[in-house]
């Protein structure tokens, strides 16, 4: 297994392809968080990430587009599967991969959180009394900041899913990005309203259904700084299933 | 000996389509195994399943006493495996992929020394530190044999090693094959028959899915090359050749081929059973003032072996003695006549020959019903030139 997820870091390194993720993700987090904090002369953090989530609906399958299709494609799978390795191994070594990137550019990016503080530090040491907090809530910050990791990992288990299913890299990177996408805007459904300010989807279950399934409606919790471990779970589960099927996609093939 | 591959009763089926077909064979340790059938016989989906990498549908694979579904890391590890398209990184260095692959195997063994062991074995040593992308396929083969031997293991399996490489290549890495062989044991399979001629000590042979033959190379080697067909080059008027060709006894057939090279002609001679004419064409064509300018003869192919040993392991020996000139005749199956008539010829002499020698126990496979005889059969007496192939 780790042979594999050296194999993979390497392969983000030594192609365009990881510093396109990473150069991608540390520009765009940089504007956001400039346009929504600074620009907007705010300290909450809450639509940073909230936009955050939309950039990874196209970031997320960079990362994971390749990590079994080119195999598949160039043949190489075979190599693996023939290896001393078990398929769970193999697919935890891509997965982890994938995933130490997308830990390491989301860390790298809270680099974005220091002119917030610097802000908050100056504002404070210039004003003698106040009853509300000044500057950014760290609570907030990170929990968001986990939430985020813990959505990345249920995203990129997903794609790596799907790049299991076909051995064309683009179409499994159109494919991921649709399923993310559906999952993400899901929840927009249910703040839909008519030209009344009446709400489009006004049955009850359907809103419950909808909110329940939404990767977004579990993130609020966090982005309050409150630990919701129902959210862990349900993250967790998500990644944990993906991850279970792409072993099984491939345990089917084997005896297909 | 202990047998280091055994499979019993493989079957492998894609949905509907039988693509292995109850197949049974052992590999004992230190054997070069030929695997050799047309395209699509099941040769790539065998070996597939016994590298693990597809599962069988039903039946039993050990390899090295290791059952590869109760143990499938322990039976992988001790398997190198070359597929049909080497799989290689494009984007690594010829280092950087072989380290990738020690530490996938998890070898244990210095590492530096065993891969320069390896590059020198199979001469990549030149470009060790180039990436895999700017080879050429030649090479590249060569880095997907290297692959194969990282961790040292004690069977190693090639599928079609050699397609795509020049004739120079070829013969290297048939020569690397031969030089391995002595460590380990091979499983080579193709569908060149020169190729297992040249290298293998045993030929398994398997169509549509079914184990065909399981012969000594020698064996089959005598059959392909105990040909009665040449192709003859005369220089001389063509008309008087074919004309002396034909009125020569000992000669079946003859006829004239449009190949044409200056005044001299090729003829195509099929001469009777049994007979070597080609001293006695020498002299006749010399006594007429007419140089014999070229004498090839022209081996059986592939397809011809198999009519020959399908048919011999479709009937039992008994039936073929009573049925084989009225079925066999007719069961021309779109070959042009002559090609299924001296395929007809073999077997019906093998067949009389084991008849008259009866049963002598003989137990290679014993699979098929047959054909495992170690000298009586389909072997017509003369020419035979013992086929020089080595005994290990």
């Not at chain 2, 057939?253 to 009777?272: F, I, K, N």
Request: charged share 20%; aromatic share 10%; proline share 3%.
């Amino acid at each position: 297994m780790f042979s594999i997820y050296k194999k993979e870091m390497r392969s983000y390194f030594i192609n365009p392809i990881g510093y396109v993720y990473l150069g991608v993700f540390l520009v765009f987090s940089a504007l956001l968080c400039c346009y929504t904090t600074v620009v907007a002369a705010s300290y909450s953090t809450t639509s940073y990430f909230r936009y955050l989530i939309f950039a990874f609906i196209i970031l997320i399958p960079i990362l994971t587009m390749r990590l079994f299709a080119e195999e598949r494609k160039l043949r190489t799978e075979q190599l693996l599967l023939t290896a001393p390795v078990t398929l769970t191994g193999i697919v935890m070594g891509k997965f982890l991969a994938a995933f130490t990137l997308y830990l390491g550019s989301v860390l790298l990016s809270c680099l974005n959180f220091i002119p917030l503080y610097v802000f908050g530090a100056a504002e404070r040491a210039g004003t003698q009394y106040s009853t509300t907090q000044i500057g950014p809530v760290t609570g907030q910050i990170v929990g968001s900041v986990f939430a985020v990791i813990l959505l990345g990992a249920a995203f990129i288990a997903i794609g790596t899913f799907i790049s299991a299913l076909t051995e064309n890299q683009l179409s499994a990177a159109v494919i991921t990005i649709g399923v993310i996408a559906a999952m993400v805007l899901l929840n927009l459904l249910n703040g839909l309203t008519d030209a009344d300010g009446q709400q489009i989807i006004s049955s009850y279950p359907i809103r419950f259904v909808i909110n329940w399934v939404s990767v977004l409606s579990r993130f609020s919790n966090f982005s309050y700084g409150i630990f919701d471990f129902g959210a862990l779970l349900y993250y967790l589960s998500i990644t944990f299933v993906f991850l279970f099927l792409t072993v099984r996609v491939y345990d089917k093939r084997r005896w297909g | 000996m202990q047998s280091m591959i055994k499979i019993e009763h493989l079957i492998k089926n894609y949905g509907t389509n039988c693509a292995v077909d109850d197949i049974s064979f052992e590999v004992e340790s230190g054997e070069i195994v030929g695997f050799l059938g047309p395209n699509g016989a099941g040769k790539s989906t065998t070996m597939n399943v016994l590298t693990g990498y597809l599962s069988s549908t039903s039946g039993k694979v050990s390899v090295g006493g290791i059952d590869i579904l109760e143990d499938p890391l322990g039976a992988k590890r001790k398997i190198g495996y070359l597929p049909e398209q080497p799989p290689l990184y494009l984007d690594m260095t010829v280092k950087e992929y072989l380290e990738f692959n020690y530490e996938l195997k998890g070898c244990t063994m210095d590492r530096a020394r065993h891969l320069s062991e390896i590059c020198e074995v199979v001469k990549i040593q030149d470009v060790y530190n180039r990436l895999i992308r700017n080879l050429s396929k030649g090479y590249r083969q060569r880095v997907g044999i290297a692959q194969a031997l990282v961790g040292n293991p004690d069977v190693i399996i090639f599928d079609e090693p050699t397609v795509g490489l020049d004739p120079k290549q070829i013969i290297e890495i048939r020569n690397l094959i031969r030089t391995l062989g002595k460590n380990h044991t091979v499983i080579l399979s193709t569908h060149i028959l020169q190729e297992v001629q040249a290298v293998c000590d045993r030929i398994i042979i398997i169509n549509k899915g079914k184990i065909v033959a399981d012969e000594k190379t020698e064996n089959i080697s005598r059959i392909v090359e105990n040909s009665r067909r040449f192709h003859v080059k005369v220089s001389g008027p063509q008309k008087e050749v074919l004309t002396l060709l034909r009125g020569m006894s000992g000669i079946a057939y003859a006829d004239v081929l449009a190949e044409r090279d200056g005044d001299a002609y090729t003829y195509l001679v099929e001469s009777e059973q049994g007979v070597d004419v080609r001293k006695k064409l020498f002299f006749e064509l010399a006594s007429h003032g007419w140089p014999m300018v070229g004498l090839e003869p022209q081996g059986m192919n592939l397809e011809d072996i198999f009519i020959t040993v399908v048919d011999q392991s479709s009937m039992g020996t008994v039936e073929r003695e009573r049925e084989k000139r009225v079925v066999r005749r007719g069961a021309g199956r779109g070959r042009t006549t002559l090609e299924a008539s001296l395929a007809n010829e073999l077997v019906d002499e093998a067949a009389e020959k084991r008849a008259s020698q009866s049963s002598i126990g003989f137990g290679s496979s014993g699979e098929d019903g047959g054909p495992s005889d170690e000298d009586i059969g389909l072997v017509p007496k003369g020419q035979g030139k013992e086929s020089g192939k080595e005994e290990d």
